[in-house]
């Protein structure tokens, strides 16, 4: 089983380019895992216990859909803060072969540079990490 890690942050539009990119790959039906995981702010992680559940998250809930659709294997993942270092701590925690990283659009200037999470996780990841774009419904 080939395992991608799946953070998504708050934009449903990002989560869907995850999702599709992961549905996508060659064998997704019968060969991939993906782990979908949101970073829990400092209010949801000191919320209780009952509502501090990742699947309440509304993008984790359409990656998780969008791929069980399209027959998936799909685990969820609570990450920790600070993000990057969570998406690192979780990519270790389940051998992780790839990690499927969401973007955003950006002015010329700003692509030269990525944001700071997906910029850590690409030059610290001992995985490849793929940063893929937007889709809209």
């Given at each position: 089983m080939y395992t991608i890690l799946v953070p998504v942050d708050a934009d449903e539009d990002r989560?869907?380019?995850?999702?599709?990119?992961?549905?996508?790959?060659?064998?997704?039906?019968?060969?991939?895992?993906?782990?979908?995981?949101?970073?829990?702010?400092g209010e949801e992680v000191d919320a209780p216990e009952e509502i501090r559940n990742v699947e309440r998250i509304a993008t984790v809930r359409v990656v998780r859909d969008y791929l069980e659709e399209r027959d998936v294997d799909v685990r969820l993942a609570e990450g920790q803060q600070p993000p990057?270092?969570?998406?690192?701590?979780?990519?270790?925690?389940?051998?992780?072969?790839?990690?499927?990283?969401?973007?955003?659009?950006?002015?010329p200037t700003g692509k030269a540079v990525f944001g700071s999470v997906s910029q850590q996780v690409l030059l610290e990841a001992d995985v490849p990490v793929t940063v893929v774009g937007a889709r809209e419904e």
């Open positions: 989560a869907r380019g995850q999702a599709a990119f992961v549905s996508e790959l060659p064998a997704a039906d019968t060969d991939i895992e993906a782990v979908i995981t949101h970073a829990l702010t990057a270092d969570g998406i690192l701590s979780l990519a270790e925690e389940f051998d992780a072969d790839h990690i499927a990283m969401g973007s955003r659009k950006r002015s």
